[in-house]
């Protein structure tokens, strides 16, 4: 599908609960919030749209830079230099270190996904990956439109559905029918394939929600203009109270306190992405949130776009 193609779709603002009480701690608590409407891409942006903007304007993504030092106190020299992180199953697992199936590969960009011996040649309809926030940001200035809230984001993802576990139901796998490209098998070294994609698919190889949105969940990480949080504000005592078109941490709270010699924001990337699996990232929800930093890039996070009245 040639995703250039298609108009974005209206989606009508109201209310719906945030966030999830039943999963993952940084999804709660479940709150009422309120949106107003917006115009949202109907797929994520492909390889297709971004090299029309890199053709356009001459841009040179965040992962096809050397980083600066200056971000990366202590790192290694012959480590700054263009690339991305790509996931590279291994044969075996000896512990729960991401760092066993997750590489800095030199040379990993949008047009190179694997490293410099890929192309994205059979795969212009595929969701752009290696896109850090910067990037997103700059593509959707071009385009005259904004990345969405979490908020936004969450609320066209549901398609409609209230209190639903997925963005079609309940069931992950409805009467056999695959309705997201996420992984399936024991994450990270066993891959079935039964819905018959390895990484990536065309954008709209699946359902879409009760929207008529494609690929809200997994296939690829999505962007939100939000700031991380740890967790979601508590619920307002009064129904005069529910926020309207909630935004996230502020900046410094972002910061990944794990590193605090890393002063690099966060925003909150959302939908799962096809290595989500059941045994170890059941993060295919819309109520699922990630942390990721906003000047980072991998091989599983895309974004899409919307437009506000």
Not at 107 to 127: E, V
Not at 231 to 245: F, T
Not at 277 to 285: E, S, T
Request: hydrophobic fraction near 35%.
């Amino acid at each position: 599908m040639d995703a250039s193609a298609l108009e974005p779709i209206w989606i009508e603002g109201g209310s719906f609960t945030m966030g999830s009480d039943s999963h993952y701690p940084e999804e709660a608590p479940a709150h009422p919030v309120k949106v107003d409407g917006f115009w949202i891409d109907v797929t994520p942006v492909t390889n297709r749209q971004f090299g029309a903007f890199v053709e356009a304007t001459g841009y040179v993504t965040v992962a096809e830079k050397a980083p600066d030092p200056k971000d990366y106190p202590g790192a290694k020299p012959e480590m700054l230099r263009a690339g991305s992180v790509i996931f590279d199953p291994p044969k075996r697992v000896v512990s729960r270190d991401p760092s066993q199936w997750w590489d800095f590969k030199f040379g990993a960009d949008w047009k190179r996904p694997y490293g410099r011996q890929s192309n994205i040649r059979g795969k212009l309809d595929h969701p752009v990956v290696h896109i850090s926030y910067v990037d997103a940001m700059a593509y959707a200035q071009w385009a005259g439109k904004d990345l969405p809230t979490e908020a936004e984001w969450e609320f066209a993802a549901k398609g409609g559905l209230e209190g639903a576990e997925f963005a079609w139901g309940d069931d992950l796998v409805p009467d056999g029918r695959f309705m997201a490209n996420t992984w399936h098998g024991a994450f990270p070294t066993e891959n079935l394939r039964p819905d018959g994609f390895e990484r990536t698919s065309p954008v709209a190889s699946f359902p879409p929600n009760g929207y008529g949105l494609y690929d809200m969940i997994g296939n690829v990480w999505e962007w939100t203009s939000d700031y991380w949080s740890s967790n979601h504000p508590e619920p307002a005592q009064k129904s005069c109270c529910v926020p309207s078109n909630p935004r996230g941490g502020g900046r410094e709270a972002s910061f990944d306190p794990r590193q605090p010699e890393i002063l690099i924001a966060r925003r909150v990337v959302k939908g799962g992405s096809h290595l989500c699996a059941p045994n170890y990232c059941r993060r295919y929800r819309p109520a699922a949130r990630h942390a990721h930093e906003e000047n980072a890039a991998t091989t599983h996070i895309g974004f899409r776009c919307i437009r506000r009245p």
